[in-house]
């Protein structure tokens, strides 16, 4: 088929035969109402959140607390989904911690658990120690200690710390290893509630886990832990239960704005995933003040799925070519060269960023517009190419894919989207973005390796050419090796990403974190080597219905 033509041509055309992809329904209809806020309600928590928030502050900055007393606070108020009202406070706390921790291989004296805590601790803050701290743990053949096998809160301890490991931190390695092959062994034979803890770490990493959806689980498990702070507690139940007031309010919003797209009848082939697409922005960054972002990422979100689903499952090759050259130009000239189907869905896409575009210049951040916009164009450009490659099975090497792969991620995009939403990312930071950083190579590539893999079995029931396919044929290997390898890519890439956090760093926590979070939604949604996004009832189900649906009692 020819990769050009005119409107003419378009018209004249008497059958196009189109694969037409035959994704799941959306799930969602009978669960999801409109929310309506309870301002009242919402206010009288706030207060009470106000005045426990003082008096965890008072814990956090009291003196009589041991080294470990200090970790295990900090720990909880993270793990209960909390510690964002703390940050300075914990900052300082571990700061304070490192200076004095600084030469940690020097003191053999920590138990497994309490240097494996310290060790999560610090690396989760951008602080470099060594992982020198565990040698005291192997032996002359640097293997772990056997009588460490026993010590399952060790292990569970330790397994969550490596997964903060960075190339060449050799003995994290081997740490991994030994602590999943132990754990697994032993989760039959422990504790019923540690074993519950133990099967979903081995299956769920907390660092590579969401963050709001393990706060929603360890607030369960925290309420019934014979020992928690009751103030705690009360503190965290009633911050999830505002938030996801909020989250509601923002899903609300997203659905009503779905509803005028109306992608039921007027684009039947793309996936209607308005509320995973929620799901996905509440990932990136659940505080209040990002309620905007929020907003304008979900319907960006919905916007890619839709344009991957052209590009992917319906388009024609002329329709691909005049849908990108419009995008390229930004404007509605030569609109009716585009099919039908495609004009309403691109108006709305005008008129969108339009608003955002007045909206950003008024706040005088048009730069965080203008690298939003240059990431759509290339977003285009690069799905036209992949599309081009497999509609006429004009199968590319696989470093060639890899190069437009990692922009069909649209791992690029949809950070410049988040931006939008961040104050914080000022022009420095979009100029920082624009250098192509490892970290941001790492995190593109991350999603896009896990997506193949994801993807896999959908594309190739489809007929569509798959990067796996691309590997295989170069490399001479078999499927089952090609998904691995790309697995330990993708790992890899983890180990880069983490590299990159540690300070010294040019670059705000809070920007960094929004990048990890997205690093952890990828992580999830494509876990076991399926497709989340679409398929929602494979995994990611009971993360959007704790997140989004079911609220906290308080």
Not at 186 to 215: F, S
Request: some cysteine.
């Amino acid at each position: 088929m020819a990769s050009t033509g005119s409107a003419e041509h378009l018209k004249n055309q008497r059958e196009i035969i189109r694969q037409v992809a035959d994704f799941p329904k959306n799930i969602w209809a009978d669960r999801i109402s409109s929310f309506t806020l309870d301002k009242q309600g919402y206010d009288m928590h706030a207060k009470e959140i106000e005045m426990l928030k003082e008096e965890v502050t008072r814990m956090l900055l009291a003196t009589e607390k041991s080294m470990m007393e200090k970790f295990e606070l900090i720990d909880k108020i993270e793990r209960l989904g909390i510690s964002y009202h703390f940050e300075n406070e914990i900052e300082d706390q571990l700061q304070e911690l490192f200076n004095l921790c600084a030469n940690f291989e020097e003191y053999p004296n920590y138990d497994l658990y309490s240097a494996a805590l310290q060790f999560r601790q610090f690396r989760q803050h951008g602080f470099n120690i060594s992982c020198g701290i565990f040698n005291q743990f192997v032996d002359a053949n640097g293997k772990f200690k056997e009588y460490l096998s026993s010590d399952i809160r060790g292990l569970l301890s330790l397994y969550e710390a490596v997964h903060l490991r960075t190339h060449g931190d050799n003995i994290l390695e081997e740490a991994l290893n030994f602590t999943t092959t132990h754990l697994t062994r032993g989760a039959d034979n422990m504790d019923p509630t540690l074993a519950k803890q133990v099967k979903y770490a081995l299956k769920q990493p907390l660092y590579k886990g969401i963050p709001r959806y393990e706060a929603c689980r360890y607030i369960s498990i925290y309420e019934e832990d014979e020992s928690n702070n009751k103030l705690l507690l009360r503190l965290a139940k009633l911050d999830y239960h505002l938030l996801q007031m909020l989250h509601k309010q923002d899903l609300s919003e997203i659905l009503r704005r779905g509803k005028e797209l109306d992608i039921v009848s007027k684009i039947p082939y793309a996936r209607d995933r308005f509320v995973e697409c929620c799901f996905w922005a509440v990932g990136t960054f659940y505080e209040p003040q990002y309620s905007l972002g929020r907003r304008v990422l979900a319907q960006v979100l919905e916007f890619i799925a839709i344009i991957d689903d052209t590009y992917d499952a319906y388009g024609t090759l002329d329709e691909l070519k005049i849908l990108t050259d419009a995008v390229e130009r930004w404007d509605c000239i030569g609109i009716d060269q585009l099919p039908e189907y495609m004009k309403t869905s691109y108006l709305t896409f005008l008129d969108y960023n339009k608003e955002l575009e007045e909206d950003f210049a008024k706040k005088q951040r048009t730069y965080a517009f203008d690298k939003y916009k240059k990431e759509w164009k290339q977003y285009m450009r690069a799905s036209f190419t992949q599309s081009k490659w497999f509609l006429t099975s004009e199968f590319p090497s696989f470093a060639d894919y890899m190069i437009i792969a990692l922009i069909t991620s649209s791992y690029y995009l949809i950070p410049a989207a988040a931006f939008l939403g961040l104050d914080n990312a000022t022009e420095d930071v979009i100029n920082w973005m624009s250098t192509n950083p490892k970290l941001f190579i790492a995190l593109t590539k991350h999603a896009r390796l896990l997506n193949d893999v994801g993807s896999y079995k959908i594309e190739k029931e489809r007929g569509s050419g798959t990067a796996i396919e691309c590997y295989m044929k170069d490399y001479n290997v078999s499927e089952q090796e090609a998904m691995k390898k790309f697995e330990e890519m993708a790992e890899d890439a983890w180990k880069d990403m983490n590299e990159e956090i540690l300070r010294p760093t040019s670059m705000p926590r809070e920007i960094l974190r929004v990048l990890l979070n997205l690093a952890r939604l990828c992580e999830v949604v494509y876990k076991h080597r399926g497709d989340g996004f679409t398929n929602p009832r494979d995994h990611i189900d009971r993360h959007i219905i704790a997140m989004l649906i079911d609220s906290v009692y308080v």
